[in-house]
């Protein structure tokens, strides 16, 4: 079946650090992938996304690479911020059937310390 | 634009009555999906619509639950003879339908079953 695994949390940084969330995913397909971000009190948005193999997602300094071979997705941002601190899922979709149904990690928590 | 909106944004209930959600999604969204998320998790999908079709449904949906879209707008999502396993935060999300369209998630509905 299709699943996404990533990284347990909580990941605490200091500003200005590098980021790493792992996400590595199964599925049948060819999927397309994904990071969405939830800050406090606020709902899902998409971070970034990348439809097929070696494409890389950018935005708001994060980046995420769509590894065929290691089947991974892991997300990077080279020097974070307070305002950084949030919930990240990785997601996928199978094109197959095209719902554009999501399926989603667990999500890790990022707390950045000044 | 002004997002996908969902009523109410708490409820508390106790077991075995009914409650009904409501999701209003962005307006020219043929897509509709909800999803339930519990602490710690991703969002788990349970149903989606295309304009007014439900065409999914996951076996998370057991009987006691049932959507609806009329008219393709609004969707609502009832969930009978509730049970403490229910209480989740449930979220709508909507797209446009092309492929790999992003979905843009509302603020969800906690529910607490008492």
């Known amino acids: 079946g299709n699943s996404v695994t990533q990284m347990e949390g909580p990941v605490t940084l200091s500003e200005e650090a590098f980021l790493t969330i792992n996400c590595t995913y199964t599925?049948?397909?060819?999927?397309?992938l994904f990071w969405y971000v939830q800050y406090p009190g606020e709902g899902l948005q998409l971070l970034l996304k990348?439809?097929?193999?070696?494409d890389k997602g950018s935005n708001k300094g994060f980046e995420a690479t769509y590894r065929k071979e290691t089947t991974s997705f892991h997300l990077e941002k080279g020097s974070v911020q307070v305002s950084d601190s949030a919930v990240y899922f990785c997601?996928?979709?199978?094109?197959?059937?095209?719902?554009?149904?999501?399926?989603f990690g667990q999500g890790t928590t990022l707390q950045v310390k000044p | 634009d002004t997002g996908v909106s969902q009523n109410p944004r708490h409820k508390i209930t106790k077991r075995g009555q009914n409650v009904t959600f409501r999701c209003d999604p962005i307006?020219?969204?043929?897509?509709l999906y909800w999803y339930r998320q519990t602490l710690g998790q991703g969002p788990e999908f349970l149903t989606y619509?295309?304009?007014?079709?439900?065409?999914?449904k996951s076996r998370l949906l057991s009987d006691r639950f049932s959507a609806e879209r009329p008219k393709g707008s609004f969707s609502t999502l009832e969930i009978q003879r509730t049970e403490q396993g229910d209480s989740a935060m449930y979220l709508c999300?909507?797209?446009?339908?092309?492929?790999?369209?992003?979905?843009?998630f509302g603020n969800g509905t906690r529910l607490t079953v008492t």
């Open positions: 599925a049948t397909g060819y999927p397309s």
């Open positions: 619509f295309q304009n007014e079709a439900q065409l999914e």
């Open positions: 997601a996928l979709s199978v094109s197959s059937g095209n719902t554009g149904k999501l399926i």
């Open positions: 990348a439809t097929k193999a070696d």
């Open positions: 307006s020219e969204h043929n897509r």
């Open positions: 999300a909507s797209s446009q339908g092309a492929d790999n369209s992003p979905l843009h």
